[in-house]
């Protein structure tokens, strides 16, 4: 079967570091998706991996290692709204796109 | 803005009353997607339209229905809420289907949270 998992919850005081995890087994590989979902909100798309590497973009960074089937979201600098849900989606061989049940992400003064 | 609109946000309904949930969209996006989320789950997706083509997941319920009037509206009617129907439905677009090279990042609504009575 295909799975991601990804920590249930995690706490992080303002103004660190925290790296969300995220492992993959999927029936091939077409890209990995990092999504924010505040509580009773929409997610929203925060970025793309599809070459291993880091991908930075402001205070988010994404890294993708392929061959261990890894990626990790680094949020930096955390503020009190980056307290939300990061959800992790793969898209496998048939382009479809399996979601993890998300990290909850609770920031402290 | 170019958005996402789901109504409504929340309903309530008793047991085995169908229910309709509406989703438009300012995007002019060819695919729209129905998720169904659980408390602390993943999104399950429910069913697509790519156009007016309609793409059922196997495992989705006859339970749950839905329409694509045209390219700006879709609906998710379910015929019989159960219990465990109760949940955030999500609806989603994207320019095209998942089946390219490239993001093809998916635009969410708010979410329309369902309790079933």
């Known amino acids: 079967g295909q799975n991601i998992d990804q920590p249930t919850e995690m706490t992080a005081t303002e103004g660190a570091i925290v790296q969300i995890n995220c492992t993959y087994q999927t029936s091939g590989f077409n890209g990995l998706f990092w999504y924010q979902q505040h509580a009773g909100e929409a997610p929203t798309f925060l970025s793309y991996?599809?070459l291993d590497g880091l991908e930075e973009k402001g205070r988010f960074s994404s890294f993708l290692s392929r061959s261990k089937g890894y990626s990790y979201l680094l949020l930096k600098e955390l503020q009190m709204k980056d307290s939300a849900s990061y959800l992790c989606a793969v898209k496998d061989s048939n382009y479809q796109l399996i979601w993890g049940a998300g990290t909850k992400l609770i920031i402290k003064p | 803005d170019a958005m996402v609109i789901q109504n409504p946000r929340y309903q309530v309904t008793q047991f085995g009353k169908p229910v309709t949930l509406s989703c438009s969209q300012t995007l002019n996006h060819n695919v729209m997607y129905w998720y169904q989320q659980k408390s602390s789950q993943a999104p399950k997706l429910l069913f697509h339209?790519?156009?007016?083509?309609?793409?059922n997941e196997a495992d989705t319920p006859d339970n749950f229905q839905s329409r694509r009037p045209n390219t700006s509206f879709c609906f998710l009617d379910i015929r019989s809420p159960g219990l465990g129907d109760a949940a955030m439905y999500l609806c989603?677009?994207?320019?095209?289907?998942?089946?390219?090279?490239?993001?093809?990042?998916?635009?969410f609504g708010a979410g329309s949270r369902l309790t079933v009575l």
């Open positions: 989603a677009t994207s320019i095209l289907t998942g089946a390219t090279s490239g993001a093809n990042v998916l635009t």
């Open positions: 339209y790519y156009d007016k083509d309609f793409n």
């Open positions: 991996n599809v």
